[in-house]
């Protein structure tokens, strides 16, 4: 009897161990494939970059490292900071005229861009409809 016991009690440790097994599984699939997969594609376009321009390869390791670093540290932005201190980061993020870069600029700054853009379409629309530019024919 004890040794059924014992058996039992033993099938139901490996069920709860499998059971836990699976669920790391699932969270591994989850989480850290894609994770995995985003810091190769990110690394892939680094890497892409730097061929493009034909930077040294031993110039552009501390940038890979500085990505790494970041990027095992949980930041989101990671690629974005890197690129930021690449020596032609000025191509890849467009400096507005009084010289800061676009990537950092708030959503309210891309609204009121916007509203801008409105408010002079709406103007040129209100000219054409008070005929001020219209042709006419002689």
């Not at 059971?19 to 892409?48: C, F, G, H, I, M």
């Not at 853009?117 to 629309?125: A, E, G």
């Amino acid at each position: 009897m004890k040794a059924t016991d014992g058996y039992l009690g033993q099938s139901e440790q490996t069920k709860s161990d499998l059971k836990n097994a699976l669920k790391l599984y699932a969270e591994w699939q989850d989480v850290y494939l894609p994770r995995q997969a985003k810091r190769a594609s990110d690394l892939a376009t680094l890497k892409r970059s730097f061929k493009s321009r034909k930077f040294p390869k031993a110039s552009a390791q501390p940038f890979i490292d500085r990505y790494v670093s970041l990027f095992d540290a949980g930041d989101a932005d990671a690629l974005r900071k890197t690129q930021l201190e690449l020596p032609w980061a000025h191509e890849i993020f467009p400096l507005y005229e009084d010289g800061s870069d676009r990537s950092s600029h708030s959503e309210q700054d891309m609204k009121r861009f916007f509203e801008i853009k409105r408010k002079k379409r709406d103007q040129t629309r209100q000219g054409e409809q008070s005929g001020c530019c219209t042709s006419y024919a002689t």
